[in-house]
């Protein structure tokens, strides 16, 4: 795998933009995996800018998101769904038909998982992921303990999971305490990874996961054994 440190959270972002701006130039109709949450915040914004200043099209772009709460409706503004349509989806002109997501409110969650591996590979399997890292090593929401050959399942929160991403929510007063999500699996199965970490707090958990042994403990270090893995760290998610 390589490890870029860029400079602080906008080079990390410009420089993860570029990759993603890049394969949808040299191939239209990429597949992306994405992913949620604070750290690619960014990163989507420049590539609304890209699209809205005429370098890009998502027109022929699919997408597939990792994960998102289990029990929760996705027009919730605390659910994937509603972040991803907020941060990317309603200001680019993809299509609604190439947008997947897990829901996370579906009456049958096995059949949704299974569905979902169903839809990756009918697309042709997922050309580039995007992956952030929480605190407790886990990529999606496959949490320490997932099986690195899992596919897409229903995971129970860990302790750490549930009270870092409460500070987030906007409607929810309660932690949704399961999530719906691609398995190690599903996601070392992707083309090309990129990985993004900033902040300090990231530090600790950066160094366990790609200079510590390859453990099911820490998820994030399966990605070691990806043969196309590029992780994009700020200075401080360096630290370490
Ligand atoms: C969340 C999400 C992940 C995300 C990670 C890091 O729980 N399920 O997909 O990558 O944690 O989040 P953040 O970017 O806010 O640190």
Same mark, same amino acid.
């Given at each position: ?37 604070? =750290?690619? @915040? ?19 772009? =699919? ?21 991803? #349509? ?33 839809? @990756? ?16 090593? #886990? ?30 929510? @906007? ?11 691609? $398995? ?6 992707? $083309? ?8 300090? #707090?990231?530090?600790? @958990? ?5 200079? $510590? ?12 054994? #990806? ?14």
């Amino acid at each position: 795998m390589k490890i870029i440190i860029a400079r602080d959270y906008e080079e990390m972002s410009e420089r993860a933009a570029k990759i993603i701006i890049d394969l949808i130039k040299r191939k239209p109709e990429a597949v992306l995996g994405l992913a949620t949450g604070a =750290t690619p @915040i960014r990163l989507y914004q420049l590539l609304v800018q890209a699209y809205q200043r005429g370098e890009l099209s998502f027109e022929k772009v =699919t997408t597939f998101n990792l994960d998102d709460y289990v029990g929760l409706n996705k027009n919730s503004r605390d659910s994937f769904y509603s972040y991803m #349509h907020e941060n990317l989806f309603s200001q680019v002109d993809i299509r609604p038909e190439n947008i997947n997501l897990l829901d996370g409110s579906a009456s049958n969650l096995t059949d949704e998982c299974l569905n979902y591996e169903r839809l @990756i590979k009918e697309a042709g399997g997922i050309d580039l992921q995007l992956l952030g890292i929480g605190l407790d090593g #886990h990529i999606g929401f496959a949490e320490p303990g997932s099986s690195f050959d899992g596919r897409t399942f229903v995971v129970n929160l860990t302790k750490s999971t549930i009270e870092t991403n409460a500070k987030g929510f @906007i409607e929810l007063k309660q932690s949704p305490t399961q999530g719906i999500t691609m $398995g190690p699996g599903t996601i070392m199965e992707a $083309g090309q990874i990129l990985m993004l970490a900033n902040g300090l #707090h990231k530090a600790p @958990i950066i160094h366990k996961a790609f200079y $510590g042994p390859v453990t099911e403990d820490v998820p994030a270090s399966v990605l070691q054994r #990806h043969p196309d893995c590029l992780v994009i760290l700020d200075a401080a998610a360096a630290g370490e």
